[in-house]
């Protein structure tokens, strides 16, 4: 069954989309407070392939420093952030309109950057 | 290895990418000008699970009715479409900021409306 979510009143500088429950995505020394996770296509959907999601994270926090064996595709709705990618800790600066892909095993962790909340839409594989 | 694509110049009020080639999507009857694609994370990026590209359609054109076995998640960026979904022909108006999923073996099809390029981003999985 097709599903269409459609966007709702945003909060605090984020998305939201109707119907679309908010998760507190609360890494450690983020704050629980500056991170938020909405599952757009996922399992409620019974997307057996991808699964789509948006996080929001509000200035000063970031996202945890993470390493999964699965691979990721962000692309960037708003704000900026800096991206510290891989063992040796590159860093990128990243913002609206750009198009990451991490390959699986990556080290990766987002801070947001300036005044404005950070936020993207994350594709993962299904089976992770 | 990580892969980052910036945005380049807009073109005809359509998205681009800096280094990502633009391809003609000439669906029968959309005429050939009218739709273009570009794969920002695919075979190129070497994405085993899931690849990621943007269509734009110019005001008057409309992509092929299509019917994949595989599922498609849309995220709409710009402009607005009626979507056609499913053998009942259901029609919906889409628009920014939208998030629709569409399973496996659904006929759908996007005709742009009004006056401006309609342009989403299209999840697929990678085997298909």
Chains 1, 2 share one sequence.
């Not at 890494?27 to 019974?46: C, H, K, M, Y």
Request: proline share 6%.
């Amino acid at each position: 069954m097709k599903i269409i979510h459609r966007p709702g009143q945003s909060e605090n500088g984020e998305l939201r989309w109707q119907g679309v429950p908010v998760r507190a995505y609360g890494p450690e020394n983020s704050g629980a407070d500056r991170a938020t996770r909405q599952v757009l296509i996922g399992a409620d959907e019974n997307s057996p392939h991808f699964h789509l999601r948006y996080f929001a994270v509000q200035p000063g926090g970031h996202t945890s420093l993470d390493q999964h064996a699965h691979d990721h595709g962000v692309y960037v709705l708003h704000g900026r952030a800096r991206l510290c990618l891989g063992s040796s800790n590159d860093e990128y600066e990243i913002s609206m309109g750009d198009v990451i892909y991490i390959p699986g095993n990556e080290i990766h962790q987002f801070s947001t950057l300036g005044d404005e909340p950070f936020g993207f839409l994350c594709i993962v594989p299904a089976q992770r």
